[in-house]
């Protein structure tokens, strides 16, 4: 996780820290107004933009989730749970780029799902993610009591898949050129050693 402290040397990963944010936010906070639980989760189709923005901005998009999803809070769900929803966004926008990154390492690792052996791959990292994401905002509201551990396991993990799966691809395959054509991917903008080890040789084999 070196990258997600070294990234902020940069100051075209803290632009796009921004812009995850600010688009993260400004999406989910229009439909505060649809609660599936009152005060707590509403219908989040913004769930896709940290599956996206962690494959195209690796760590910014990680800082994006956590943060756009906190200022969201702001706007009628802000409770302490909201430290939860915190450090359950920032892995969901952390985990997709590593996961992906660790599956194609020493081969095609651009992450544009337009095969169909992509496609699976990313289908099967939303999943994995979104329950990872769940588990930890579950765990963190039953320790404090506030709501009971499966259902919003379930309700947050739904959240994140169907956006995820049936948006994500789409997005990916019309965004990825245009942020490589522009030089915003994160493995474009950062160093190879202000990585972790596990993702050296990734990033290596794409700036090369």
């Not at 997005?171 to 596990?198: C, D, N, Q």
């Amino acid at each position: 996780m070196k990258e997600v402290f070294t990234m902020w040397r940069h100051t075209q990963m803290v632009v796009l820290v921004a812009l995850s944010a600010a688009i993260y936010a400004a999406v989910l906070i229009p439909l505060k107004g649809f609660p599936i639980i009152p005060g707590a989760i509403e219908i989040r189709p913004a769930n896709v933009f940290p599956f996206v923005f962690s494959l195209l901005f690796g760590p910014a998009g990680a800082w994006g989730a956590a943060i756009g999803n906190l200022i969201g809070d702001f706007f009628g769900t802000l409770t302490v749970g909201s430290i939860g929803g915190f450090i359950g966004n920032f892995f969901l926008g952390l985990l997709p780029y590593k996961l992906w990154g660790s599956f194609f390492r020493g081969g095609d690792v651009e992450p544009n799902p337009n095969t169909a052996k992509k496609l699976a791959v990313y289908v099967a990292i939303v999943i994995i993610v979104s329950v990872v994401c769940a588990s930890i905002i579950a765990w963190f509201v039953a320790l404090l009591e506030l709501f009971p551990f499966t259902p919003v396991l379930l309700l947050i993990a739904s959240n994140n898949v169907i956006p995820g799966i049936v948006l994500g691809p789409i997005l990916l395959i019309a965004l990825y050129p245009r942020v490589k054509r522009f030089g915003l991917l994160w493995t474009e903008i950062m160093e190879p050693e202000e990585v972790s080890a596990s993702r050296l040789q990734t990033v290596g084999n794409v700036l090369v």
